[in-house]
C-alpha cells in the first residue's frame, strides 16, 4: 500500500512490528488483487496461529469472498482455518478467531496497536474479531452462494474422500458460473 511509504523492492522481513504490520498490509493488498481476478474460491486447512497477516489468511479470503458474494467452498475435513470458518458460519466463536487468542503473540499484538493508530487516520480498516465472527454467523452456509445444499455443503464440510470433494465443488461451480 502507497500509504505505508516503504521501497516496494526491498525486502523487509516480518521480524519486528514494523516488519509485521507492513507485511499485513500487504497480504491483505494481494488478496484483495486476488478476489477482483478470481470467480470462486475453494479453501481447505490452513494456518491459525503463526500467519503473517491481519487475519488467518484463509479467514481474510473467505470475508472478501463472502463480501463480494464469489462463491466460496470449504473443505473443513482435513480440519485448519477452514474448520474454524465452518464453525463460525454455525454459530460456534473459534478459540482462534478471537482477539484475546491472537493477542497471546506479541508481534500480532503489536500489529493490532498499529492497525488501531492507522485506522485513526483512516488509512486502513479496524482488526474486528467480533464483528468478523458476526458476519460469518450472519451469512450461515447460504451465504456461501456456492450453489450446493445445505446438505451437499455439510458434506464438503467433513469430506476427506478427494473424488467427493471435487464432485461438490464442481456440482457447485456448474450450478453458479454454469
Known sequence: PTDLGIDGKVYMA?????????WARSLTAMRVEMNLKTHARVLLGGQVTGFK??????????????????????????????RAIVDALKGATPEAFTEAFQMQEPLYKAIVERYR????????TPIDYAGELQF???RGVAGLNNGLSADEN?????????PEIVHLILKGLTHRLG
Open 14 to 22: 516480518p521480524d519486528d512490528a514494523t516488519g509485521r504490520y507492513v
Open 53 to 82: 497477516g491481519k487475519y488467518p489468511g484463509l479467514l481474510e479470503e473467505a470475508l472478501l469472498a463472502m463480501r463480494s458474494d464469489k462463491p466460496l467452498y470449504l473443505v473443513g475435513g482435513f480440519g485448519g482455518c477452514t
Open 117 to 124: 493508530t492507522d485506522v485513526a487516520d483512516k488509512k486502513t
Open 136 to 138: 460469518l454467523r450472519t
Open 154 to 162: 455439510e458434506t464438503l464440510f467433513t469430506s476427506k474422500n478427494l
